[in-house]
Each structure stands twice: as structure tokens, then as C-alpha cells.
């Protein structure tokens, strides 16, 4: 009887530790960086020395600066941008794969999700040369007329920007909706197809009510790392795609203004939490209601 109840305490006792390691990586990798930027946002920074005395001026600097809301606001309508193209190009691509069968299905999968394996910056790089003066679009809409001469509406502005990320994140944005389409029931297909439906009636019927808690994950997906880039518009951005992300970057590296820095970081933060809340949210209830 001993032996039973030494055998179980211990089994508790190792599915205690299990628990206790599995919640302790992201307590100390994710909660508690939060935790110290959040302390820092409420420092100040006199003749490049750190004031740690608390304070609500970061705060207040962030809502009555002229620069640094616009900034922000312009960041999420860009980012919100962003995860609307991809949607509108990651669905049909998403939709296509679910209607092949056998290994082509997944194989052309895998050929999509290949570019999540390369270089960040090399990726960006390539785009930079498709969408620069003497680059591809530019010598191709001028060869169809469309342009009389190489334009810079695609290189270093906010439209450069919007395309280089819409192009970089296509991929995790098709992941979330063919995982979505692909729990689809075919018996829900073929009875709607029994019933007399057409197939523009079954896709709007059946396929993509059920399909919204993907492209709800993805839309979310999209945005927190739209908005959390940094890099891509310190590349293409120019001088006139400024971003919330530059922002952050300059305040943590040449402006060594880390409290402010870390305030801005919060507000960011905040933003991305209400777009994880909100994806999963709409997601659920879609995939409830229907």
C-alpha cells in the first residue's frame, strides 16, 4: 500500500514540475520583459543618464507630441492594410490548394511556406530591387505604356512599405486559412451539392462562414508582425515611410532615450493584445454561430 501511495505522490509530484517548467518559459520570457519595459516607461532620461524616479512625462509626451501619434495611428491603418491584402491574395491560393488532391496538396504547400525559410533581409532586398527605379514593375509598366518613364511611387514611401510587407507576410496568412478550409467537412459539401446548391452558394453558404476563424487568425497574424517591423521601412521606407517601429528603434539606439522608448513599446504593446483579443474573439464567435 506504501509503495502505491510513494508511487503516485510521485507522479504528482513530476506533473507539478512539468507545470511548473511549462508555465515558466513564458513568465520569463514574455511577462517579465513586459514587466520591466512597463517600470521603465514611467523613468526619465536628464543630459543621457537614467532617471529612475517615477514619472508620467513619457506618457504625456506620447499623446501631446505632434509627431509621435499621427505616427502611430498611421502605423496601424497601414498594418491594418497590410492584413487586408494578404487576406484578399492568401485566400484564393489557400482555397486552390484545399481543392488538389493526394501529395500535390502538400507539396505546393511546402513550396509556398519555402520563403519563410530564407533571410529575412535578402528577402527584402529582392523585393527592393523588383520595386526600385531599374527594377522589374518599373521596367514593365513602362513596356506596356503605362508609364512613360521609371516612377519612384514604388521605392522608399509608405507604398513601398505597404507591398514589401503585404509580400513578405502572404505566407503566414495562408497557413491559418487553408488549416481553416481544410476541417471543413465534405459530407457538409456534398450534401449541399445534393441539395441542388451551386458552388457559388456552397462557398458562401458553407465554406466561408466556416473558413472566417482562419482568416480572422490570420488577419491578427498578420498585423502584430506588420506592426512590430522594424527593418523593412528602415529599408524601403525612405525618408518619408516613417514608421511607429523606426520610432522605437531610434529611441532604444541613437536617441538612448530607453524610457521613452519603453513607454512607446507599451502603447505598442496594448495595440497588439487588442488585435491577438480581437482575431481569436471574432474568430470564435464565427465559428460558433455558424
Known sequence: MSAVVTTQLAERRSSLLVTVLAFAAPVIFVLVPLAIFLVYSFFSVDQGTI????????YVRFFTDPIFLPVFWNTIVLCVSVAVICILLAYPAAYFLTTLRGRWRYALLMLLLV?????????IYAIRSILGLNGFLNKALVAIGILQQPSTLFVFNMNAILLTLSLLLIPFAILPIFLSLERIPQTLLRASDDLGASGLQTFLRITLPLSLPGVASAASFVFVLAIGDFLTPQMVGGT???????????????????PFGAALSVALAIVVICAILIGERFGRSRGTSV
Not at 532617471?51 to 513619457?58: E, F, I, M, R, S
Not at 518619408?240 to 530607453?258: D, E, K, M, P, V
Open 51 to 58: 532617471v529612475y524616479a517615477p514619472t508620467l512625462g513619457n
Open 240 to 258: 518619408s515611410g516613417f514608421t511607429f517601429g523606426r520610432i522605437l528603434y531610434s529611441q532604444f539606439g541613437t536617441a538612448y532615450n530607453w
Open 115 to 123: 520563403p519563410l525559410l530564407m533571410s529575412y533581409v535578402i528577402k
